[in-house]
Nanobody, 126 residues
Framework: QVQLAESGGGLVQAGGSLRLSCAAS????????MAWFRQAPGKEREFVAS????????FYADSVKDRFTISRDDAKNTVYLQMNTLKPEDTAVYYC???????????????????WGQGTQVTVSS
């Protein structure tokens, strides 16, 4: 099973930017789709963005479209989430997730992801 470790979270002012990284270990992630989810206090975990095998397709939640960009570097076994024009409502713990091996397509459903990281806190002040 692949292990995922997120980094790059922190405190930022509204309008600022952050870049999250998700480093995978244990096995390659080049053979599956990946995604980012987030969970704010008192709310359910929600989908943020997904990227297909080899990065040919991406999909975003409406709330982050045109502000966030998901990308992957399979040579580094890492997935990224570039977050621009951050808003206070983006405050949450952000989780990286990996689909099961050979599941190449993007998905916004948490139950289609078999591996999860521990999360990284993103706090946006107004």
């Amino acid at each position: 099973q692949v292990q995922l470790a997120e980094s790059g979270g922190g405190l930022v002012q509204a309008g600022g930017s952050l870049r999250l990284s998700c480093a995978a270990s244990g096995r390659t992630i080049s053979d599956r789709a990946m995604a980012w989810f987030r969970q704010a206090p008192g709310k359910e975990r929600e989908f943020v963005a997904s990227i297909s095998w080899r990065g040919s397709s991406t999909f975003y939640a409406d709330s982050v479209k045109d502000r966030f960009t998901i990308s992957r570097d399979d040579a580094k076994n890492t997935v990224y989430l570039q977050m621009n024009t951050l808003k206070p409502e983006d405050t949450a713990v952000y989780y990286c997730a990996a689909r099961r091996v050979y599941f190449y397509a993007i998905s916004s459903r948490p139950n289609e992801y078999g591996s999860w990281g521990q999360g990284t806190q993103v706090t946006v002040s107004s």
